[in-house]
């Protein structure tokens, strides 16, 4: 398991569920370059590998984006 933490603004509840939609960006960061495809192909790849992606958040605390992948033996075997 793989997880990112920040202390940042955080995200709301509501936006919570949207951030790994293809071209959403948060409110903050409307003006600041980019195409808001991070989160949607880091969703992406990980889903290829029969998994999930999930975000916690507190709005003023910082969020937390955590997600597993499969680990493979030096043969190719689980």
Do not use: Y
């Amino acid at each position: 398991m793989i997880c990112f933490a920040d202390q940042g603004a955080g995200i709301t509840q509501e936006q919570q569920p949207r951030i790994f939609d293809r071209f959403r960006r948060g409110n903050r960061e409307q003006n600041r370059k980019g195409t808001g495809m991070g989160w949607a192909i880091a969703r992406e790849i990980i889903r290829a590998h029969g998994q999930q992606i999930w975000v916690s958040s507190k709005p003023g605390r910082g969020s937390e984006v955590c997600f597993r992948l499969p680990v493979a033996c030096q043969d190719g075997q689980p």
